[in-house]
């Protein structure tokens, strides 16, 4: 049962038999972006003031702290597929697809790596 049979389009799977599963793994992300931005702007609504000492108080809490960690990470995948798929639709030189996606891959450790490090600071309130 190929691609083209009735079965294989109902199954989605595609030339890469991987079927809708980077297109799924994007539409939770970007769900979960949503559902943790609604989650935090709504927390720093709440705040009685927007100053140095109540901002460190704030992402001090477990609660906050842990979902601006997941907010990082779920950001920074949901780029790397969206960019990830721009890259591979429209670079068609196989070398430069490999580089672009690498370097992509190194944007996207960094950036989330960075993101991590500094709410884990601010958290344990500069104890590293």
Avoid: C
Wanted: proline residues 2%; aromatic residues 10%.
């Amino acid at each position: 049962m190929g691609n083209g049979t009735s079965i294989g389009r109902v199954r989605g799977l595609g030339s890469a038999h991987h079927g809708a599963h980077h297109w799924l793994v994007q539409r939770f992300t970007a769900i979960g972006n949503l559902v943790l931005m609604v989650f935090l702007l709504a927390s720093l609504a709440l705040l009685p003031a927007y100053d140095h000492a109540s901002m460190t108080k704030w992402i001090a809490q477990p609660l906050v702290a842990t979902a601006m960690a997941l907010l990082v990470i779920s950001v920074f995948w949901h780029a790397r597929l969206g960019l990830q798929v721009l890259i591979e639709d429209y670079i068609h030189t196989s070398g430069n697809k490999f580089a672009m996606i690498a370097l992509l891959n190194l944007a996207v450790i960094g950036g989330a790596s960075f993101g991590l490090f500094s709410i884990a600071r601010l958290a344990l309130g500069g104890a590293f």
